[in-house]
């Protein structure tokens, strides 16, 4: 009996160790099982995760290419002197060089689905340039937008520099103008557009819109006053030539007169007739040429007044124009001493 129930017990004790044994197996193999299928899960979530990154760094980098060549066109449409601070395109340059270096998305042909460890390392490259191209698009872009501010500042300086100039210009004639103008209400206007244009040139909101509207104003008041000037220039001129005529007229009214009878003629003391003979105010004699009659400057026909003598010795008196009548007749007679033959 008592071997029997030792042989019992010894097969009771092979049996539990079979079933340990089991146990241990299927617990081992289950835990290998979940290990795999944990594994695969977490390879196949980051190769989708990488896919998806990677079309994500594709929009990115196509957004870069774009802002690249926005950048290019400002940069060749833009010169120093269109900026108020050049430093603004070397920025911008500075950006597009890195820009440049930065476009593209990395890809890997080690990424597989099941290798966890390369799709880790493909996911980060692409993360990490897509993270690079998003900053270049800032910094390009806000240099592109201190570029353009820059140039906005050179226009409105451009166009407070204009207006500063016309205003100096509008005062300068607004005073040189006064009593000279036709109409002295073009200066009033002119006052007023001064008084508008220095408001709005020393306006901490002044742009280039409203710049150009005052200056523009402006000069259209320099004009009528320059206008008004010129009109009473003329209107003095032409008053001027007026009066200056009409004294030359009445000066020569009492200064000229003209004999005319038998071709006698006047002009400035000098007389002279269509058949020859002159009488010249600075030699005091009237001059006959000889001719067919055998006359002479002294007389004709043998004559000579030279020799006949006055009452009282004198000689006769020559032609003079104190002897040459209106109607142009000559009276001779009466003596060196004013007495009548």
């Not at 080690?110 to 290798?115: D, I, K, P, S, Y």
């Not at 501010?149 to 520099?161: C, E, G, I, L, N």
């Not at 003629?265 to 003979?277: A, I, L, V």
């Not at 009237?286 to 000689?315: E, I, L, M, V, W």
């Amino acid at each position: 009996m008592g071997k029997d129930q030792d042989a019992g017990d010894k097969g009771n004790g092979r049996k539990a160790i079979g079933k340990t044994i089991a146990i241990i197996t299927a617990i081992t193999a289950a835990v290998i099982l979940a290990g795999v299928g944990g594994y695969a899960y977490a390879s196949n979530s980051a190769y989708d995760s990488y896919k998806s990154r990677v079309e994500s760094a594709k929009e990115s980098d196509s957004k870069l290419v774009k802002k690249i060549a926005e950048a290019q066109s400002l940069v060749k449409a833009t010169k120093e002197t269109d900026v108020l601070d050049k430093a603004v395109l070397d920025s911008l340059s500075k950006s597009l060089k890195v820009g440049e270096s930065r476009k593209g998305v990395p890809t890997s042909s080690h990424a597989a689905r099941w290798n966890l460890w390369s799709v880790s390392k493909a996911n980060a490259s692409v993360s990490n340039d897509m993270t690079e191209a998003n900053d270049s698009i800032n910094a390009i872009g806000k240099a592109i937008g201190k570029v353009e501010a820059s140039k906005t500042a050179k226009h409105v300086k451009d166009a407070k520099d204009a207006l500063n100039k016309t205003i100096t210009d509008a005062e300068n004639l607004y005073k040189d103008s006064e009593g000279k103008v036709q109409d002295d209400k073009t200066r009033e206007s002119l006052k007023t557009a001064i008084d508008n244009a220095k408001k709005t040139s020393s306006g901490k909101k002044a742009d280039v819109k409203s710049l150009t509207a005052a200056n523009d104003t402006l000069s259209k008041a320099v004009k009528s006053v320059n206008d008004s000037k010129n009109a009473k220039a003329q209107a003095d001129a032409q008053k001027q030539a007026q009066e200056q005529a009409q004294a030359q007229a009445q000066s020569n009214g009492a200064s000229s007169e003209t004999y005319s009878n038998s071709g006698y003629s006047n002009s400035g003391g000098s007389y002279s007739n269509n058949g020859g003979g002159s009488y010249s105010g600075g030699s005091s004699q009237y001059t006959q040429p000889q001719n067919s009659n055998n006359c002479t400057q002294y007389g004709c026909n043998g004559y000579d007044y030279r020799k006949d003598f006055d009452s009282a010795g004198g000689g006769t008196a020559p032609i003079t124009k104190d002897n040459i009548n209106q109607d142009g007749s000559i009276t001779i007679g009466g003596d060196s001493h004013g007495n009548m033959w």
